[in-house]
């Protein structure tokens, strides 16, 4: 039977690894954006910036960036080191695709990827400078392949039949617009864990595109029975599970993001079913990532450790990457 010995969940965003001096490349794509969610509702950047007022020019000098980012790589430097004091056999990793591996002709709500190789690459776009250089974060450039845990897939698929229609995938597919793992996979393997995860089960949450989109009570199911599954396996003793992505963005909401950190503190769910579903836009559907988690921690009884919450906003409308790093043991 396997023990789950480490729970944890990171931020992934390209600000992480883009030096603040050039944060202000993704803040002219937002300042060019007409359509920026939050609080349920769709912005343009100027609408958005009267919304907030009197905003976050405060926020966006470059000194505050600087420290908003060292205090980034200190968290991750935390949680690496707790991976390392643990050392976990396997990992499974709970994170989404944002039509970097499926596409708009298969978009499955839940998909467990069972390959014994998982390949890792950049992923360059044509207009987006700001995210172009970040993506050394998210890969190395010739590409990397990485160790599936099988068996430990097909038991969770086996595990879970009972209770979840979910899809499966042992290569990446034939349509992708990308021969990789999503990036929220590969920010984990590759900078993370420095190039160097023990065998791992990608679980591919659809948090983005509708119409199948799991709500937070399904979501929060889920994580208990994954738990239950990963308890019954045989073939590992020491197995980690892993949320990657969130909390707030592209417009940082603190008031949501404490409200989501209260909830793991405390393990309370219900609080987490009472947020609306039309929160989860854009890149905050991804604190739905850390929802199996959270639920799955709480079913192992195990205590919250919050490593840091750090804002980091681009732009005097409030846009930026609200980032997140904790642990459960």
């Not at 739905?288 to 079913?299: D, E, G, Q, R, V």
Request: net charge negative; hydrophobic share 35%; proline share 7%.
């Amino acid at each position: 039977m396997a023990d789950i010995v480490l729970g944890m969940g990171a931020a992934h965003g390209p600000l992480m690894t883009t030096p603040p001096e050039q944060w202000d490349l993704r803040a002219k794509a937002d300042r060019e954006n007409k359509s920026h969610w939050f609080r349920g509702k769709s912005y343009d950047f100027e609408s958005l910036l009267k919304e907030r007022a009197p905003g976050f020019a405060d926020q966006v000098a470059l000194d505050v960036r600087k420290e908003r980012h060292a205090r980034c790589q200190v968290a991750l430097q935390k949680l690496r080191d707790k991976f390392a004091e643990v050392n976990p056999e396997a990992i499974v990793i709970i994170g989404n695709d944002q039509r970097e591996f499926f596409t708009p002709q298969m978009t499955p709500a839940i998909t467990v990827y069972r390959g014994k190789e998982i390949y890792n690459i950049q992923h360059m776009h044509e207009t987006s400078p700001g995210l172009n250089i970040a993506e050394p974060g998210n890969a190395p450039e010739q590409g990397v392949t990485y160790e599936g845990a099988t068996e430990l897939a097909d038991h969770i698929l086996d595990s879970l039949n009972d209770h979840f229609d979910l899809n499966q995938c042992d290569t990446t597919p034939k349509n992708s617009i990308r021969p990789g793992i999503p990036h929220a996979y590969g920010f984990l393997y590759h900078t993370l864990l420095r190039g160097a995860p023990p065998p791992s089960v990608p679980v591919i949450l659809n948090v983005h595109f509708p119409h199948n989109v799991p709500k937070t009570p399904r979501i929060l199911e889920f994580g208990k029975h994954l738990q239950k599954a990963i308890k019954s396996f045989t073939g590992y003793k020491r197995v980690a599970m892993m949320a990657s992505g969130g909390l707030s963005h592209f417009v940082i909401d603190e008031d949501l993001d404490a409200k989501v950190i209260r909830a793991m503190e405390t393990g309370d769910e219900e609080s987490l079913k009472q947020i609306p579903e039309g929160i989860f836009k854009v890149g905050t559907a991804e604190i739905k990532n850390w929802f199996p988690l959270i639920s799955a921690m709480n079913a192992e009884g195990r205590k919250y450790h919050q490593v840091d919450y750090v804002p980091c906003y681009r732009s005097e409308a409030g846009t930026g990457n609200a980032m997140a790093f904790c642990y459960w043991e």
